[in-house]
Nanobody
């Protein structure tokens, strides 16, 4: 099975940018469809973005479309999330997730078998 470790979180001002990374070990990243979720304090974990095994298909939550970009480098076993034009409402813990088989309900947290420990993103002036 795969182990996932997120990094890149931090404090950023509104309008700023951050790039999150998710490093995979144990198995090749290419064998998994991947996603990013986030969970704000007191709220449910919500879908942010998903990407197919080879990176040819990507999907985004409406709240981040046009601002966030999900990508993957299978050769480096790394998943990324470029976040631009950040807003205070983007403040949350961000998690990467993996599932061996691509599923149409990619936006459901119950789809994914493996999760990282999360990285905190705070957007505040």
């Amino acid at each position: 099975q795969v182990q996932l470790v997120e990094s890149g979180g931090g404090l950023v001002q509104p309008g700023g940018s951050l790039r999150l990374s998710c490093a995979a070990s144990g198995r090749a990243l290419s064998t998994y469809a991947m996603a990013w979720f986030r969970q704000a304090s007191g709220k449910e974990r919500e879908f942010v973005a998903a990407i197919s095994h080879g990176g040819g298909s990507t999907f985004y939550a409406d709240s981040v479309k046009g601002r966030f970009t999900i990508s993957r480098d299978n050769a480096k076993n790394t998943l990324s999330l470029q976040m631009n034009s950040l807003k205070p409402e983007d403040t949350a813990d961000y998690y990467c997730a993996a599932v061996p088989v691509w599923r149409t309900n990619y936006a459901s947290r119950y789809t994914y078998d493996y999760w990282g420990q999360g990285t905190q993103v705070t957007v505040s002036s």
